[in-house]
């Protein structure tokens, strides 16, 4: 796959490689790209996790408020509770990335 950027996918990228693989025109391709993205955002919005199988599950979490510390200054300061959003990748996806294939 095309990279645009060192070390970086973009959507550019998805929506190239969608055309080159399927045949989709360059908008038909980046409509899909979109589409996709669109989906896994608004079911994130909703407090749904988005697993894609063979690569990995995003997943929402709630943090409790908590005190943290100022590391330069030492002084405690609340950290508010907040939703943080996590990914796991696939063991299959682990596999690969280890062993580079």
């Not at 405690?76 to 062993?99: D, H, K």
């Amino acid at each position: 796959m095309l990279m645009t950027s060192v070390g970086t996918l973009t959507r550019a990228d998805l929506a190239e490689a969608l055309h080159r693989q399927i045949g989709l025109s360059r908008t038909e391709s980046a409509k899909v790209v979109e589409q996709i993205l669109t989906e896994m955002c608004e079911a994130l919005a909703r407090g749904e996790n988005v697993k894609i199988s063979g690569f990995g599950t995003f997943v929402l979490r709630d943090k409790g408020e908590r005190i943290g510390r100022n590391p330069k200054t030492g002084v405690e300061v609340p950290i508010a509770p907040r939703r943080v959003l996590t990914f796991r990748a696939s063991q299959m996806m682990r596999e690969r990335i280890v062993t580079g294939t």
